[in-house]
């Protein structure tokens, strides 16, 4: 059986193939809306499998686990911590912590799981699916210094 994308208002509710996706859990790639308050979501769920496959590959490359500061975020969310209008987290996309992965490494091995999308921030990496019109990827920069630090790793 095949599931297609599709949005969960509960990430409980959305299948999950453990075997295909060991590293990772939906709750952890849900919105990270407080749960017990009204106002919010409660837990939205974004299922994308080729996403969840890229990301595994990226972990299994990198052999080292990978943290997630945010993925999906439903509107309201995405309102609230001052996410763009349009931001690919209100679809799927994840923003991992550099902690202590080689910025090389990491970057290589989301291309290799095939993320065409990188916004580079000091502390974390941005990565989605999108590609524009012309087949090239976005690529944006959060900041001057987190331009600097990253360049040296852009060829
Ligand atoms: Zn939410």
């Known amino acids: 059986m095949t599931f297609q994308i599709r949005l969960f208002s509960r990430w409980q509710d959305a299948p999950w193939d453990r075997h295909r996706w060991p590293n990772f859990t939906p709750s952890e790639l849900a919105c990270r809306c407080p749960i017990d308050s009204p ?19 990226v972990r299994s490359r990198l052999g080292a686990p990978l943290r997630m500061n945010s993925a999906h975020r439903c509107a309201l969310r995405n309102a609230y911590v001052g996410g763009a209008a349009l931001s690919q987290h209100k679809l799927i996309a994840a923003d991992l912590a550099l902690d202590d992965h080689n910025p090389r490494e990491l970057l290589d091995a989301c291309k290799a799981g095939g993320f065409t999308s990188f ?28 331009r600097k630090q990253w360049t040296q790793f852009l060829t």
């Open 39 to 57: 106002h919010y979501c409660r837990g939205e769920f974004y299922y994308d499998p080729d996403f969840f496959d890229g990301l595994q590959v």
């Open 119 to 146: 916004g580079f921030y000091r502390t974390f990496l941005h990565i989605d699916q999108r590609i524009k019109p012309d087949g090239s990827g976005r690529r944006w920069f959060s900041s001057p210094e987190a």
